[in-house]
């Protein structure tokens, strides 16, 4: 490991124009722990942070063992970091009434794949920007559920164009209906197109903005694993493909070569880890490739967090590496002091 160059997340620190950072990868590689650390040490440097988690299952309550909502809440400890947790189908849920134009836009949006969770989006995005963050983290979910969400702004175009075919064939019968039922014009085929359009509208202005570099950048979380690196491909492919800046990576859980690895089982994850690390450096060698080791405990709560966050700013060193002068004094000190009671007990010999 020792000829592998070593890198970090200083950049992303010190990149003052971001405005959005994406953590993401397989699921089980540690994602959520990245992103609250990431979020911590942008807390450091920026004078607002928020971190939301899009993934279902939501570890940021776990990772930072507080309770957070769909509201901003301040993480204990701090005074500019703030999360929130959002899943997109019961949030459009929340969003649609049970009667009048909301149920109506519900109905009408679920017939078309794909758009609610688009909606809720552009509803969250909406949201996020009234509010005044510096720098917003998004915990996503696994990367399938990652490259849905980038796909947002092109399936609310389709369903705008759906909408508008349907708008086109049954729109004088429509608004029949809705005067028959007596529900005026605020529900009328014009209405709810102009809500899709307003949502189109804020994820288009955000998609720009995911598509400039200075503002958005991607951070893909792996483990040494030859399925982890075959998703982190997929993931990079996706992301050059809707032209999203990505030149971050962080190798989670590398058993690194320290003096007390006398494992057999250790040894051979750790020979089967190098062969996957030697591909990434390979894959990737214009990215900053941040390695974490492997720790005997899970590391949650604010303390947790905040202690592994070193690892992140400054390359993890082995104990052979770090400590071999020190390792190799002891161990001539002990030879010495061998040999001088080696040539004491001669001694003693000789003299009978």
């Not at 909606?119 to 990652?146: N, R, W």
């Not at 075959?230 to 971050?248: A, C, P």
Request: hydrophobic share 40%; proline share 3%; glycine share 6%.
């Amino acid at each position: 490991m020792a000829d592998q160059p070593e890198g970090t997340v200083q950049n992303i620190l010190e990149q003052d124009s971001l405005k959005w950072v994406f953590v993401g990868g397989k699921g089980g590689v540690g994602k959520t722990t990245c992103s609250s650390i990431l979020s911590i040490l942008l807390a450091t440097v920026r004078s607002s942070v928020l971190i939301i988690s899009t993934d279902p299952a939501h570890n940021l309550s776990d990772a930072f063992q507080q309770r957070f909502t769909k509201t901003p809440t301040l993480v204990n400890g701090f005074s500019n970091l703030y999360a929130m947790e959002v899943d997109p189908a019961v949030e459009y849920e929340d969003m649609g009434g049970s009667d009048g134009m909301d149920s109506l836009f519900s109905e009408l949006a679920g017939a078309i794949p794909g758009i609610d969770e688009a909606m809720s989006f552009a509803e969250m995005l909406k949201l996020v920007q009234t509010m005044d963050y510096s720098v917003i983290v998004f915990d996503t979910a696994p990367t399938g559920h990652t490259l849905r969400l980038l796909q947002f702004p092109s399936v609310l175009e389709k369903g705008l164009a759906k909408m508008m075919s349907l708008k086109s064939k049954f729109g004088g019968l429509f608004n029949q209906m809705t005067r028959m039922f007596g529900m005026g014009e605020d529900f009328g085929d014009d209405a709810i197109l102009g809500r899709l359009e307003g949502m189109k509208d804020v994820i288009e202005q955000v998609n720009k903005q995911f598509k400039d570099p200075d503002m958005t950048t991607f951070v893909c979380v792996c483990i040494p694993e030859f399925l982890s690196l075959y998703e982190t491909e997929r993931l990079v492919q996706e992301l050059t493909k809707f032209e999203i800046d990505t030149h971050n990576i962080i190798i989670n859980q590398v058993i690194f070569d320290d003096e007390d690895v006398e494992s057999k089982l250790l040894k051979a994850r750790m020979k089967m880890q190098q062969k996957y690390l030697d591909q990434f450096y390979m894959l990737y060698d214009d990215f900053n490739i941040t390695k974490l080791p492997l720790l005997p405990e899970e590391v949650t709560g604010v303390e947790a967090l905040k202690a592994f966050s070193k690892h992140f700013t400054t390359p993890y060193q082995a104990l052979c590496s770090r400590d071999q002068v020190e390792r190799l004094e002891r161990r001539v000190s002990a030879l010495q002091r061998q040999l001088k009671e080696a040539e004491e007990e001669l001694e003693r010999i000789k003299r009978g």
